[in-house]
């Protein structure tokens, strides 16, 4: 059975620092691109990070560039996201996605709130 499970979400302080974790099994972990969503309240899901199969390349929205550090272990089969400087703007579900050509899977997402 196809599993994407995410972890680490929280309440956070604005400047505090989150690592989110996207754990797979069920299929062949390292074959896919992973990246990272944000499903904010009221916007489009729009897509934070991604980490290319061995890790050697990895790409961020503008708004995560110098904060966010998207990394994985494949051998674990886990991706992170290690999120710093937290403003409120980060505020919304965070959801992970396999993707190998045609193929995807999502996961269910952990909410991320960030406030005082």
């Known amino acids: 059975q196809v599993q994407l499970v995410e972890s680490g979400g929280g309440l956070v302080q604005p400047g505090g620092s989150l690592r989110l974790s996207c754990a797979a099994s069920?299929?062949?972990?390292?074959?896919?691109?992973v990246q990272w969503y944000r499903r904010a309240p009221g916007k489009e899901r729009e897509l934070v990070a991604s980490i290319s199969t061995d890790g050697g390349n990895r790409n961020y929205a503008d708004a995560a560039k110098g904060r966010f550090i998207i990394s994985r272990d494949n051998v674990k089969n886990t991706v992170f996201l290690e999120m710093n400087g937290l403003k409120p703007e980060d505020t919304g579900v965070y959801l992970c996605?396999?993707?190998?050509?045609?193929?995807?899977?999502w996961g269910q997402g952990t909410q991320v709130t960030v406030s005082s």
């Open positions: 069920g299929f062949t972990f390292i074959r896919y691109i």
């Open positions: 996605r396999a993707l190998y050509g045609i193929t995807q899977y």
